[in-house]
C-alpha cells in the first residue's frame, strides 16, 4: 500500500461528515480524520513536551479517546478545538508525571552531590524548557492550557472554542494564569527576573 | 469608569473591538491607576511569552508522517482491544446475570482457578468433603493468559463433556417483603436500615432458584487445558482422573436499589457445599490452580499450603485490573475488591456470617459497604 496522492481525495469532506460515517462505522472515515488532523495535534504536543517519542504517544491516545467514544451526533463540533483541548489535556498530564519524578531525581541527585552548573547553552536551554514545564505542570490545569496555547499563537475565539469559555472571559483568564506562571517563574530563576526588573 | 483586568489583557493583545479599545484608550490617558494596572499586566505577559518561548519545536521529531502514525494507531487499537477484551471479562465477572453469582459466591466462582473461565456454569474438584465458604482468601491472577482463545475453547469441551446437571434451576421470582423472602430461602433475608441517599428504596427483590450439578474430571480435559495455558510443566495432582464433584448452589435473595450513579445490589445465600472425594489432595490441587493463573512454583506452594481449602474462598482477582483489601465486617472477616483503575468509586464486598454469605456492590466506597452491611444486624 503506498500512500494516497493528495488529489485523488480531492473531495474534502467536513470534519462532521467524517464523524458522522464514523460513528455509522466506517473505518475509512476514521483514517481520514486522523491523516487530516495528525500533524496538528502531534506538533503541539512536540513543543509542550519536547520530545518525538512523548508526542507521538500523547497523540496517539487523542486518536484513541476519539476512536473509543465518538463524539455524540445532534451537536455541532470543533473537532480541531476538541483535538486540540484533548491533547493540552493529556499532555498537561505528562508534564506533571515528569515534574513528579523530576523532583523526586533532584532531591536524589542532591544528596549525592552539590550542583554543579554546567555553561553549555544546550544544556541550560534543556534546563530552561524543563523549568517551563516544571512551572505549568504546577499551575492549575486551565491556566497552563490557555499559557501554552495562546503562545501557540491562537487567537481569543480560538481559545474560547479550545477550552470550552466564553470569549469574554478569556482575557481574565489569562491574566490570572501570566501572573501565576510570572510568580513562579520569579521563584525559579531569581537573578533572570532581577536583571529584567521585577 | 475603570477597566478590569481581563478588558486589560484584551486590549494589549488588540483582542477586542475597535469602538471598545478606543474607548479604553481614552480611559488609560486619564487613568494613571489603569495605565500601571496595564503596565504590569504587560510585563507579566513578556516575561511568560520570554519563557513559553523555549519550548520551541525541537529539530530532531518535526517532521512525521501521519500515515505511519496511522498504521502504529491501528497496533495500538488493536492492542487495547485485548486489554480490553479482559476488562470486559472481569465486568462480566462482576455484573448482570453472574452478579449474584458472584456475590452469593455460587459454586463456580467459588471453584478453582482454573476453570473460572469462562464464566461460572463450570466447576471442577477442587474441596474435600463439603465445602463451606467461612472465608475469603484473594488471588492475584495474571488475566492474559486466560484470554488465550485456544484455552477457552478447551474449556468449553471439557466442561460441556463432564457437567451433569443434577436439578434444574426454576425460573426466579419476586418478591415484596423480607418475610416473603425468608420463607422461601429457608433462613431470615436481611435488608439494611441505613442507606446513602440517592437509593431507591423499596429495592426490587428476587429470589433466584437453586442448582445442583456433578463434574467428572477427565484428566485428559485438564491436561489440554494446562498445556493451552503453557504451564506444560506443572504436575497434575494424583486421583483426579474420574473424580466426581458435586455442587449444590442454593437459593440466592438479591435486592436491588436503583441510583443515577448505577444500582447497588445485595445479595445473600447459604454457602453452596461442593463435595469431593477424600482421596484428592485439595492443597495439591489448590497450588495447580494457582500455578495454572499464574503463580511462581514456589509462591503457589507456599499459598497452597496457608489457605484451609476446604472453607476459604478463592475469589480470583485479575492482576491491573482490581484490588482488594482484608476487613473486618459486622464481626466477621470479609473481603472488598475493587477496580484498580476506576474512579475509585465501585466495590465489591463479601463476607460470611452465621453460615449465610452476603455480597454487596455497587457505585460506593469500600466505607460505605461496610457501614450499609453493618446495619443489616
Same mark, same amino acid.
Not at chain 1, 488529489?7 to 469532506?13: D, I, P
Not at chain 1, 467514544?69 to 445532534?74: E, H, K, Q, S, V
Given at each position: 500500500m503506498s500512500e494516497k496522492p493528495e488529489?485523488? =481525495?480531492?473531495?474534502?469532506?467536513t470534519d462532521a461528515l467524517l464523524l458522522e460515517r464514523w460513528r455509522e462505522g466506517r473505518n475509512e472515515a476514521f483514517e481520514e480524520i486522523f491523516v487530516r488532523h495528525y500533524a496538528t495535534v502531534y506538533r503541539t504536543l512536540l513543543r509542550l513536551l519536547g520530545t518525538a517519542g512523548d508526542a507521538e504517544d500523547a497523540a496517539q491516545e487523542v486518536f484513541l479517546r476519539l476512536y473509543r =467514544?465518538?463524539?455524540?451526533?445532534?451537536r455541532e463540533h470543533n473537532l480541531p478545538a476538541w483535538l486540540i483541548r484533548v491533547a493540552t489535556h493529556l499532555g498537561y498530564n505528562v508534564i506533571r508525571e515528569q515534574a513528579r519524578r523530576q523532583r523526586r531525581q533532584d532531591t536524589w541527585e542532591k544528596e549525592r552531590s552539590a550542583g554543579v552548573p554546567n555553561p553549555e547553552s544546550e544544556a541550560l536551554r534543556a534546563e530552561t524548557q524543563a523549568g517551563v514545564r516544571q512551572i505549568l505542570a504546577q499551575l492549575p490545569r486551565k491556566q497552563a492550557q490557555i499559557l501554552f496555547l495562546r503562545h501557540q499563537g491562537y487567537s481569543y475565539e480560538e481559545l474560547a472554542r479550545i477550552m470550552g469559555v466564553k470569549l469574554s472571559s478569556v482575557g481574565t483568564l489569562l491574566a490570572r494564569a501570566e501572573r501565576a506562571f510570572a510568580a513562579r517563574y520569579a521563584e525559579h530563576t531569581p537573578r533572570a527576573s532581577e536583571a529584567r526588573g521585577m | 469608569m475603570h477597566r478590569n483586568k481581563g478588558r486589560l489583557r484584551a486590549y494589549l493583545d488588540k483582542e477586542m473591538p475597535a469602538e471598545e479599545a478606543r474607548k479604553t484608550e481614552d480611559h488609560l490617558s486619564a487613568c494613571a491607576a489603569c495605565r500601571e494596572h496595564l503596565e504590569t499586566l504587560r510585563r507579566r505577559s513578556e516575561t511568560t511569552a520570554s519563557a513559553l518561548a523555549s519550548l520551541a519545536e525541537p529539530k530532531q521529531g518535526a517532521q512525521t508522517s501521519p500515515y505511519a502514525a496511522f498504521a502504529r494507531f491501528q497496533d495500538r487499537v488493536q492492542d487495547s482491544k485485548s486489554e480490553r477484551s479482559a476488562q470486559s471479562m472481569w465486568n462480566q465477572l462482576t455484573s448482570g446475570r453472574w452478579r449474584a453469582a458472584w456475590a452469593g459466591l455460587t459454586a463456580l466462582v467459588v471453584l478453582?482457578?482454573?476453570?473460572?473461565y469462562p464464566p461460572l456454569r463450570t466447576a471442577a474438584a477442587d474441596f474435600l468433603g463439603i465445602f463451606r465458604v467461612r472465608k475469603f482468601a484473594a488471588v492475584p491472577i495474571n488475566i492474559s493468559a486466560l484470554e488465550n482463545p485456544t484455552f477457552a475453547n478447551v474449556l468449553e469441551t471439557a466442561f460441556s463433556d463432564q457437567v451433569k446437571v443434577l436439578r434444574e434451576p426454576g425460573p426466579s421470582l419476586t418478591v415484596n417483603s423480607a418475610q416473603e423472602a425468608t420463607a422461601l430461602l429457608g433462613f431470615e433475608a436481611r435488608l439494611p436500615s441505613r442507606l446513602p441517599d440517592g437509593f431507591a428504596t423499596p429495592p426490587a427483590l428476587n429470589v433466584e432458584d437453586g442448582m445442583a450439578f456433578q463434574v467428572t474430571v477427565n484428566v485428559e480435559y485438564v491436561k489440554s487445558i494446562r498445556d493451552a495455558l503453557g504451564k506444560a510443566d506443572v504436575p497434575i495432582p494424583a486421583n483426579l482422573n474420574g473424580a466426581r464433584v458435586d455442587v449444590d448452589v442454593p437459593k440466592i435473595l438479591t435486592a436491588f436499589y436503583a441510583s443515577n450513579q448505577g444500582p447497588f445490589t445485595l445479595a445473600q445465600a447459604k454457602s453452596p457445599e461442593i463435595q469431593v472425594p477424600p482421596n484428592v489432595d485439595l492443597t495439591q490441587l489448590g497450588e495447580f490452580g494457582l500455578r495454572l493463573a499464574g503463580m511462581p512454583a514456589d509462591q503457589a506452594a507456599q499459598m497452597a499450603a496457608a489457605i484451609d481449602w476446604a472453607n476459604t474462598l478463592i475469589v480470583p482477582i485479575p492482576m491491573g485490573y482490581a484490588t482488594y483489601e482484608e476487613v473486618s465486617v459486622a464481626g466477621s472477616q470479609g473481603l472488598v475488591v475493587g477496580e484498580?483503575?476506576?474512579?475509585?468509586?465501585h466495590w465489591l464486598l463479601a463476607f460470611e456470617k452465621d453460615g449465610i454469605v452476603y455480597g454487596l456492590e455497587g457505585p460506593l466506597s469500600a466505607e460505605e459497604l461496610i457501614a450499609i452491611a453493618e446495619s443489616m444486624f
Open positions: 488529489e485523488v =481525495r480531492s473531495v474534502a469532506l =467514544r465518538p463524539l455524540p451526533p445532534g | 478453582s482457578l482454573f476453570v473460572f484498580a483503575s476506576g474512579t475509585g468509586g
